[in-house]
């Protein structure tokens, strides 16, 4: 939970720092969050000749991975399903069932939202209308997807609706085939 909101803390301040240092020439910060929960190595790893400190497991593995994706999907955060599990306080949004390079089993990831009791409900329902339009994909419902889609960009543009609508587009003339199971694979970290 602590981890989450400290990156939705980052993610708050980006706004007022980045116009103080682009007033002084400086490149705006952006940052990518992937926070996941689960068993790992941590402490001081190597021989006594060579040692460091570091994390290891497939938990870590998976928060780089998120991390990563916050850029393919325009958010900020990105939690697992376990992370998601921990923090009932706090609200989400589905993003996308993935398949993550090296592994075999799909994944949900969320976007964090915000302590649910603090949020608008301007914000609350732009996330049940994205849960509805993503159930359209992924039941092929692509006509319908991309109405859902379209309004909530029209709403709120953001980078996650349109990636939705162009796979709507993309599959609307490549259609998945009746075994689809809705989970993007992702073939790169």
Not at 26 to 42: A, K
Not at 112 to 134: H, N, S
Request: hydrophobic content about 45%.
């Amino acid at each position: 939970r602590d981890a989450v909101l400290a990156g939705l803390a980052m993610q708050a301040a980006l706004p007022e720092l980045n116009p103080r240092l682009e007033a002084r020439g400086w490149p705006p910060v952006r940052i990518g969050v992937g926070v996941n929960t689960g068993r790992m190595s941590v402490g001081n790893m190597g021989s006594e000749f060579r040692m460091a400190y570091t994390v290891m497991a497939d938990a870590v593995n998976l928060a780089s991975r998120l991390e990563a994706l916050t850029r393919q999907y325009g958010v900020g955060i990105l939690v697992g399903e376990a992370t998601r599990a921990e923090c009932p306080d706090i609200a989400f949004q589905l993003v996308d069932r993935v398949r993550v390079k090296g592994k075999d089993v799909p994944v949900a990831i969320h976007e964090p939202l915000g302590v649910a009791a603090e949020l608008t409900p301007e914000r609350l329902k732009e996330a049940e209308q994205f849960a509805a339009a993503f159930a359209d994909y992924e039941a092929q419902r692509w006509d319908e997807a991309e109405i859902k889609l379209m309004e909530l960009g029209r709403l709120q543009p953001r980078q996650l609706y349109q990636v939705y609508l162009d796979r709507v587009t993309h599959f609307r003339f490549n259609p998945p085939g009746p075994n689809w199971d809705g989970v993007f694979t992702f073939t790169t970290k």
